[in-house]
Every structure is written in C-alpha cells, then in structure tokens.
C-alpha cells in the first residue's frame, strides 16, 4: 500500500488527460480557461490545507505516502488540488457535450440553489463551532451566491453533473478515508467537524469538494465569456 495516495491522484488524471484529445471530446481546447481556474482555486485552498494541517484539524497517514512534503503538506495533497479537479471538470464537459438533455431547467436549478442555500445555512448554523464544517459551509455559500449571481447559467449544468462526480468521488475520497484500509490515508478530527459519515467519509467533504469544483467551473466560465465578447 506504500504510495496509495499518488497512485490514487494519478489513477483519476489518466483517463481525463488521455481523452481530453479525443476527436468528439475535445477538453484540451477548454485548458486556456480550464487550467487558470485550477490555479485559482488551488491558491485559496491550498494556504486552507496547510493551516488546518498545522493546527491538526486534518492529517496524513506516512504508510501511504512517499514522504515528500512542501510546507508540511505531502506531494501527493498538492498533486491532489490538480488531479481531482482536472478530471472532475473533464467529467462535467463530457456530461454536457454529449448527454442530450443534460442541463436542468433554469426553474428547477433555482430551486436546487435554494434547498442546497437552506441546507448550507442549517448546517452553518449546528457547526459553527467547528472550523471544518463551518469554514467549507461558508465557503460554499460565497461561491454558490456568487455564481448565482455572476454566472447563473452554469448552475443547471453543474448541479447535475455534481451529482455524478460524487460517484467516484465517494471511490477516491472512500479509499483516502479509510475504506477498505487497516487505517485511513487521511485521518480527521472529529471534533472540529459535525462527526457524521458517510461510511468512512465525513460529510463536509461532499461541501468541501463542492466549493473547489464550483470555483473551478465558475473562473473558467468567465473566462470564456470574456474570451467570446472580445
């Protein structure tokens, strides 16, 4: 099991990375507003990473990683700010470009955003208290209001989308947590989240994930709005 975690980030970019030339896909010509979105995102939550490593919120297993760290975060966490997003992103345009029907209606996807905003809020409201839960519930409120607001026609898309990335998401993050290992390769404190699990995955990772894939989407969609209105 020694080197899982690499193995698991460069397991889920193969596959994305190899179709992304593929003739009816196509996802290398999105890289010019795909990739600066990574970036961004990677430049907020990476800094988060690493304070919650150091006040030992969250932390790394040294059986399942190669022991390369950068400011206390093992390669294989940076590497995962790349990797996971890259693929989930790859997944989202495979969705839309060649599933007929894929969106939901404007209508619908403005009820999504209410009841998903309601929830946030609830949860924000029992897990003030804890840093995790109260730092990726606020988190994701800011950049659903803000797409809601900047970009509300990525909405209908992604939520729909976002329901089949956590497909392999609960695989991956499954694995990382503790699934089918003698221990996690990611250990929590479950005092600074609500506790709650689904299986071996704290809930506030669905949240989490959430947030660094919507900011993914939203940056590159601006990008690209920017791009056609020139």
């Given at each position: 099991?020694?080197?899982?975690y690499?193995?698991?980030?460069?397991?889920?970019?193969?596959?994305?990375?190899?179709?992304?030339?593929?003739?009816?896909?196509?996802?290398?010509?999105?890289?010019?507003?795909?990739?600066?979105?990574i970036?961004?995102?990677?430049?907020?939550?990476?800094?988060?990473?690493?304070?919650?490593?150091?006040q030992g919120?969250?932390?790394?297993?040294?059986?399942?990683?190669?022991?390369?760290?950068?400011?206390?975060?093992?390669?294989?966490?940076?590497?995962?700010?790349?990797?996971?997003?890259?693929?989930?992103?790859f997944?989202?345009?495979?969705?839309?470009s060649?599933?007929?029907?894929?969106?939901?209606?404007?209508?619908?996807?403005?009820?999504?955003?209410?009841?998903?905003?309601?929830?946030?809020?609830?949860?924000?409201?029992?897990?003030?208290?804890?840093w995790?839960?109260?730092?990726?519930?606020?988190?994701?409120?800011?950049?659903?209001?803000?797409?809601?607001n900047?970009?509300?026609e990525?909405?209908?898309?992604?939520?729909?989308?976002?329901?089949?990335?956590?497909?392999p998401?609960?695989?991956?993050?499954?694995?990382?947590?503790?699934?089918?290992?003698?221990?996690p390769?990611?250990?929590?404190?479950?005092?600074?989240?609500?506790?709650?699990?689904?299986?071996?995955?704290?809930?506030?990772?669905?949240?989490?994930?959430?947030?660094m894939?919507?900011?993914?989407?939203?940056?590159?969609?601006?990008?690209?709005q920017r791009?056609l209105?020139?």
């Amino acid at each position: 099991m020694e080197r899982l975690y690499l193995w698991l980030d460069l397991g889920s970019l193969a596959l994305p990375l190899l179709f992304s030339f593929h003739p009816k896909i196509k996802f290398y010509k999105l890289w010019p507003s795909v990739l600066p979105g990574i970036l961004l995102m990677a430049l907020v939550f990476i800094p988060w990473d690493i304070y919650f490593t150091q006040q030992g919120f969250w932390g790394f297993n040294p059986k399942y990683i190669t022991g390369i760290e950068w400011f206390g975060l093992p390669m294989e966490e940076w590497l995962f700010f790349f990797c996971i997003p890259y693929a989930c992103l790859f997944t989202h345009h495979v969705l839309g470009s060649l599933v007929r029907g894929w969106p939901l209606s404007l209508r619908v996807s403005n009820w999504v955003y209410v009841m998903v905003v309601t929830v946030l809020i609830i949860g924000l409201w029992y897990g003030i208290n804890q840093w995790y839960t109260a730092t990726a519930f606020i988190y994701a409120l800011l950049v659903l209001g803000l797409t809601q607001n900047t970009a509300p026609e990525l909405l209908p898309s992604f939520f729909m989308s976002y329901l089949i990335i956590l497909i392999p998401f609960f695989v991956v993050n499954g694995v990382l947590t503790g699934s089918g290992l003698p221990e996690p390769v990611v250990w929590y404190n479950d005092t600074e989240n609500f506790g709650l699990r689904l299986g071996t995955i704290p809930i506030e990772d669905t949240i989490y994930n959430l947030g660094m894939l919507l900011t993914v989407a939203l940056v590159g969609t601006h990008i690209q709005q920017r791009n056609l209105a020139k």
